[in-house]
């Protein structure tokens, strides 16, 4: 059987990420382990985006454009940043539509982009 990955990422709402974290921190207290809050926030994000499944994005930090991308493709990015959202670092209203998280750089068009708010 022969999968592929679509090009747009699968990105959970608030409801369904709530549910998957609740339930493995259920499932790690169960087994005897607890996971901190961080542990199991980092846990769920990196597994889910190992099958192209990503958390909803943050809200935007003040004080910084507010564009923000999330690297969903496993064969361009690795896993310590695959499924991370990222946020442009520019000042708020920069020109142009490229934009820098220090980490990966995008153009507002890319799949997984999510424009500046304006």
């Known amino acids: ?3 592929t990955q679509p090009t747009a ?3 959970l709402t608030e409801e369904e990420y709530e549910l998957a974290y609740e339930r493995l921190t259920r ?3 169960r087994n ?3 996971l901190g809050e961080a542990a199991a926030h980092d846990a769920l994000t990196e597994t ?11 809200d935007p930090e ?14 361009e990015f690795g896993p310590d940043i695959l499924g991370v959202w990222q946020q442009c670092e520019d ?11 220090g980490e990966v ?14």
């Open 105 to 118: 750089s995008w153009p507002d068009e890319y799949p997984g982009a999510l424009p500046a708010a304006q």
């Open 1 to 3: 059987m022969t999968s």
């Open 32 to 34: 005897g382990s607890r």
């Open 91 to 101: 000042d708020p209203g920069h020109e142009g539509d490229r934009h820098e998280s």
């Open 62 to 75: 003040p004080d910084t454009c507010t564009a923000r991308y999330l690297p969903h493709d496993a064969d």
């Open 9 to 11: 990422p699968r990105i």
């Open 27 to 29: 499932a790690a207290y």
């Open 48 to 58: 889910l985006a190992a099958v192209g499944v990503f958390i909803p994005a943050p």
